[in-house]
Nanobody, 122 residues
Framework: VQLQASGGGLVQAGGSLRLACSDSRRTFNNNAVGWFRRVPGKERELVAS????????YYSDSVQGRFIITRDSARSTVYLEMNSLKSEDTANYYCAAARSSYCANSDCFAYWGQGTQVTVSS
């Protein structure tokens, strides 16, 4: 598994962005994939995760109702659609794959990708 996140950028509050997490080796289709974010000085936060069959999805309370995670197995890509963005969503976002088919906490993610910066201006 080799992950790369993309799609970050600068957006105004209330706007939207879509992040993509791709696996260049196309080997994570049986693994859960999660999106994390980190702000300097704060703990890493798991914001969303999706099972390998997309039948189980987790959202943190902070993004529930605003973010949508989906996966396209044919493209070995997982997306995070972020809507109604707030300044507190500003962070470095990165994706990770678990060893299991579903994971909703940080402990079971084993393969980590590089991040993409999201900045929300108020």
């Amino acid at each position: 598994v080799q992950l790369q996140a993309s799609g970050g950028g600068l957006v105004q509050a209330g706007g939207s962005l879509r992040l993509a997490c791709s696996d260049s080796r196309r080997t994570f289709n049986n693994n859960a994939v999660g999106w994390f974010r980190r702000v300097p000085g704060k703990e890493r936060e798991l914001v969303a995760s999706i099972s390998w069959r997309s039948d189980r999805i987790y959202y943190s309370d902070s993004v529930q109702g605003r973010f949508i995670i989906t996966r396209d197995s044919a493209r070995s890509t997982v997306y995070l659609e972020m809507n109604s963005l707030k300044s507190e969503d500003t962070a470095n976002y990165y994706c990770a794959a678990a060893r299991s088919s579903y994971c909703a906490n940080s402990d079971c993610f084993a393969y980590w990708g590089q991040g993409t910066q999201v900045t929300v201006s108020s």
